[in-house]
């Protein structure tokens, strides 16, 4: 095991500047990276919207991708919508978010690390009481959350104010993935990867667009040459 796999921190949040961003494909990639590594790893999604009962969901997409097998769920709804609106559509209870503690901490009691993909951006609620994947993240002091970003125009913008909410909260921010790197970034996409990389924030890397059409043996190969030598910044205090 190499020793940024060792010393990661025992509970990692994904949240995302938006929705369809990337945060699932790179889950993936670090599960997979942690699992080659030799780390126990469990991944954990409080909600799921947007998925009937038989479909597999992002964490199936998960466990397609990176081979790991210890993949939950807390709540999945069938409407795509964030899961307030989902729950209420669907006349459904969500979980509180004392629940979703509990889950993660018996998770992380099994596993050497728990990577958790929020539902949308940080401040979309996962409980009827107004609770996000911020306030959960707060449960866990010594958590990183990863930010995973667009390439294109606006995403400046939309990851500095994740950013800073993260900031204001008090919450460690782990550094920032590029959800979908172009073959052929345009000009706009180069200076915006240029401004990430001159921020106080670690890049941790960049998967490339269509990553998820690998075949899965290809995509576990390759994603340590996507991450790897951002993610080592995950273990500076």
């Known amino acids: 095991m190499t020793a940024w ?15 369809d961003v990337g945060k699932t494909v790179t889950t993936a ?62 006349r459904a209870a969500l979980p509180p978010l004392a629940w979703h503690v509990a889950r993660i901490r018996a998770l992380a ?34 958590a990183a959350t990863v930010v995973v970003c667009r390439s294109a125009l606006g995403t400046l913008n939309h990851t500095l104010l994740t950013l800073e909410a993260l900031r204001t909260r008090g919450l460690r921010v782990g550094g920032v993935v590029v959800g979908a790197w172009p073959a052929r970034p345009s000009a706009v996409e180069r200076s915006n990867l240029a401004h990430f990389n001159s921020l106080d924030v670690p890049v941790l890397g960049r998967l490339p667009e269509h990553a998820a ?9 390759r994603s340590r040459s996507w991450l790897v030598p951002g993610v080592e ?5």
């Open 213 to 221: 059409r690998l075949p899965p043996g290809d995509f576990r190969h």
């Open 233 to 237: 910044a995950l273990l500076s205090p």
């Open 29 to 90: 990639a670090l599960a997979a990276v942690l699992s080659a590594g030799g780390s126990r790893v469990a991944v954990y999604k409080p909600a799921q919207t947007g998925v009937g009962p038989a479909d597999p969901g992002d964490m199936g997409e998960v466990r397609r991708l990176a081979g790991v097998t210890s993949v939950h769920e807390g709540v999945r709804l069938r409407e795509p919508m964030a899961p307030a609106a989902a729950a209420t559509a669907e």
């Open 109 to 142: 009691a099994a596993h050497d690390t728990v990577l958790v993909e929020g539902a949308g951006g940080l401040l979309v609620a996962l409980d009827g009481a107004g609770h996000t994947i911020a306030d959960l993240a707060a449960h866990f002091p010594d």
């Open 5 to 19: 796999v060792a010393a990661l921190p025992a509970v990692t949040f994904i949240t995302g500047t938006d929705t």
